[in-house]
């Protein structure tokens, strides 16, 4: 029998523990602290906080995901993510306290003695725990025995990489050579080579094994025997599929398809809770952008219909994720023939086609109009400069379409012109602002380089990520450096 170790909260259920335990513990001590210098702090404030802070801190395990690859880190960079729980904890307790304007209420000794204990209880649980499961040792620690079946050429770089990112996972009791080619050697890196003269029942069946790991050339034809014997034992076998396929930057794990087991293969894999806060996240920024869109209406749509009669909002076939098509919405900033005149002026594109973008475009509602060094000045152009005609596009995140942070979605010409290396950025949803919105949009007129920086995003997504590229957004849409 099995027990299935997932990359999930489950996996680390050990140290969650361990840290919500730390930081109470680093609350009560504070508490304390206060009493004493103090003497009659609000106590009903105070056990509410404790609540209020247990709960932030699930929300930062959830979205930070402080977990990950944590016995493969030295203390240097368990240091560093101790730091930044902890900060995250604080400042989101701070946004909290000013929400529900109590933030007058919460002593300043208080906070800053939490703030110190926590970060030091959380780093030195977490590395001396560390230090045990690293050198835990025999049956009773729950340790699981494994036999590698290779071959003499792979021995080397599977014991290396197993020894150092095992840990005490599992304890290598040998390694089986299937070449079976002789040799002076005993042991490979201190693990004993298994005697393959003998039948492999008589080699491994009376020691203690839980489990056999497969590493193979992909060329190697691995006979039927072997399979069989080890399963008829008891004995788990897994296959090392990526060495098969493995490709750089690409993330693999195991799924299922109907009722077929695969090797899946992806740019990037995320866990379901991941998307559910993502979705959650754009579902708020939608309510709350919808409401500001609506504000804006009252002011601008009187504006636009005076100097250009016709629709307030510009809708458009664009491409979504995967080449699903949708309707964007837009406060309308150019005239009602700018489709029309998009043809005439494709010479004086600086995007190459893939993109449309060109300077002072004429076009757009008011551009007549100029200023002293001439530079059109209409409310078109204020609109856009100002982002606010993006702002009907909350309502597509709202709904599903688009998410607050992705790529931008392309029109439907533009998506006729991708090539393979292209459509990688639509593998996501699209969204109001990114990556490329927020690293010099105006400045980048290389439509590569547009590509380059969306599957970067791609790759590195969390939800940490989304919120430093929307603060970024807010800063490039008040500098007014570019249209986002």
Same mark, same amino acid.
């Given at each position: 029998?099995?027990?299935k170790?997932?990359?999930?909260w489950?996996?680390?259920?050990?140290?969650?523990?361990?840290?919500l335990?730390?930081f109470q513990?680093?609350?009560r001590?504070?508490?304390?602290i206060?009493?004493?210098?103090v003497?009659?702090?609000d106590?009903?404030?105070y056990?509410?906080?404790?609540c209020?802070?247990f709960?932030?801190q699930v929300a930062?395990?959830?979205i930070?995901?402080p977990?990950s690859?944590?016995?493969?880190?030295?203390?240097k960079v368990?240091?560093?993510?101790?730091?930044?729980?902890?900060?995250a904890?604080?400042?989101?307790d701070?946004?909290?306290?000013?929400?529900?304007?109590?933030s007058y209420i919460i002593?300043?000794?208080?906070?800053f003695?939490l703030?110190?204990?926590a970060f030091?209880i959380?780093?030195?649980?977490r590395?001396g725990?560390?230090k045990?499961?690293?050198?835990?040792k025999?049956?009773n620690a729950?340790d699981?025995?494994l036999?590698i079946?290779t071959?003499?050429h792979?021995?080397?770089?599977?014991?290396?990489?197993?020894?150092?990112?095992?840990?005490?996972?599992?304890v290598i009791k040998g390694?089986?050579?299937?070449d079976?080619?002789?040799t002076?050697?005993?042991?490979?890196q201190?693990?004993p080579?298994?005697?393959t003269?003998?039948p492999l029942?008589?080699a491994?069946?009376h020691?203690?094994v839980?489990?056999?790991?497969?590493?193979?050339s992909p060329d190697?034809?691995?006979?039927?025997c072997?399979?069989?014997n080890?399963?008829?034992?008891?004995?788990?076998i897994?296959?090392?599929y990526a060495?098969f396929?493995?490709e750089e930057g690409?993330?693999q794990?195991t799924d299922?398809?109907g009722?077929y087991?695969?090797?899946?293969?992806?740019l990037k894999?995320?866990?379901?809770?991941s998307l559910a806060?993502k979705?959650a996240?754009?579902?708020?920024?939608?309510?709350?952008?919808c409401?500001?869109?609506?504000i804006?209406f009252?002011f601008i749509?009187?504006?636009i219909?005076?100097q250009?009669?016709?629709?307030i909002?510009f809708?458009?076939? %664009?491409?979504g994720?995967n080449? !699903? /098509?949708? +309707?964007i919405? #837009?406060f $309308?900033?150019?005239y009602?023939d700018?489709? *029309?005149?998009k043809k005439?002026?494709m010479?004086?594109?600086?995007?190459n086609?893939?993109m449309?973008?060109?300077?002072?475009d004429? %076009?757009?509602?008011?551009?007549? !109009? /100029?200023d +002293?060094?001439g #530079?059109p $000045?209409?409310i078109?152009n204020?609109?856009? *400069?100002?982002?606010?005609?993006?702002?009907p596009q909350?309502?597509?995140?709202l709904?599903g379409d688009?998410?607050?942070?992705?790529? %931008?979605?392309p029109t439907?010409?533009?998506w006729?012109?991708?090539d393979?290396s292209?459509r990688v950025r639509?593998c996501?949803?699209?969204g109001?602002?990114?990556v490329?919105?927020?690293?010099?949009r105006s400045?980048?007129?290389?439509?590569?380089?547009?590509?380059?920086?969306?599957?970067?995003?791609?790759?590195?997504?969390?939800?940490?990520l989304?919120?430093k590229?929307?603060?970024?957004t807010v800063?490039?849409?008040l500098?007014?450096?570019?249209?986002?």
């Amino acid at each position: 029998m099995y027990k299935k170790f997932e990359n999930s909260w489950a996996k680390h259920l050990d140290f969650i523990i361990l840290d919500l335990l730390g930081f109470q513990v680093a609350y009560r001590l504070s508490y304390l602290i206060l009493l004493w210098y103090v003497g009659s702090p609000d106590a009903s404030f105070y056990s509410k906080q404790a609540c209020v802070l247990f709960f932030i801190q699930v929300a930062v395990s959830l979205i930070m995901q402080p977990y990950s690859h944590i016995l493969r880190r030295s203390d240097k960079v368990e240091m560093l993510s101790a730091v930044k729980t902890t900060a995250a904890i604080m400042v989101l307790d701070i946004i909290y306290l000013f929400m529900v304007k109590e933030s007058y209420i919460i002593s300043r000794v208080f906070f800053f003695a939490l703030t110190l204990l926590a970060f030091l209880i959380i780093w030195i649980t977490r590395a001396g725990y560390k230090k045990y499961l690293r050198t835990k040792k025999g049956v009773n620690a729950g340790d699981r025995a494994l036999i590698i079946f290779t071959d003499s050429h792979r021995a080397d770089e599977v014991v290396t990489e197993l020894l150092k990112r095992s840990y005490n996972d599992f304890v290598i009791k040998g390694i089986y050579l299937l070449d079976k080619k002789k040799t002076n050697r005993s042991s490979i890196q201190g693990i004993p080579l298994i005697d393959t003269s003998v039948p492999l029942f008589e080699a491994i069946g009376h020691k203690w094994v839980d489990e056999a790991f497969f590493f193979l050339s992909p060329d190697y034809l691995l006979p039927k025997c072997y399979i069989d014997n080890l399963l008829k034992m008891g004995i788990t076998i897994h296959f090392s599929y990526a060495s098969f396929f493995a490709e750089e930057g690409v993330m693999q794990r195991t799924d299922k398809v109907g009722s077929y087991y695969v090797l899946t293969n992806s740019l990037k894999i995320v866990d379901a809770s991941s998307l559910a806060l993502k979705r959650a996240f754009d579902i708020v920024g939608g309510l709350i952008g919808c409401l500001l869109t609506a504000i804006i209406f009252i002011f601008i749509a009187p504006i636009i219909y005076i100097q250009s009669p016709g629709p307030i909002f510009f809708s458009q076939w %664009r491409v979504g994720k995967n080449g !699903r /098509k949708f +309707k964007i919405y #837009k406060f $309308r900033s150019m005239y009602m023939d700018a489709e *029309k005149r998009k043809k005439e002026m494709m010479a004086q594109n600086k995007m190459n086609g893939l993109m449309f973008k060109i300077d002072d475009d004429p %076009r757009i509602i008011g551009s007549e !109009r /100029k200023d +002293k060094n001439g #530079k059109p $000045r209409g409310i078109g152009n204020f609109i856009r *400069k100002t982002s606010l005609d993006e702002f009907p596009q909350f309502w597509n995140v709202l709904i599903g379409d688009m998410s607050l942070v992705g790529t %931008r979605p392309p029109t439907l010409d533009e998506w006729e012109q991708y090539d393979a290396s292209h459509r990688v950025r639509m593998c996501v949803k699209p969204g109001i602002t990114g990556v490329w919105q927020v690293s010099g949009r105006s400045k980048i007129t290389d439509f590569n380089e547009v590509v380059k920086l969306d599957a970067s995003y791609i790759r590195d997504w969390n939800l940490l990520l989304d919120i430093k590229i929307i603060l970024k957004t807010v800063g490039v849409v008040l500098r007014s450096d570019g249209a986002v």
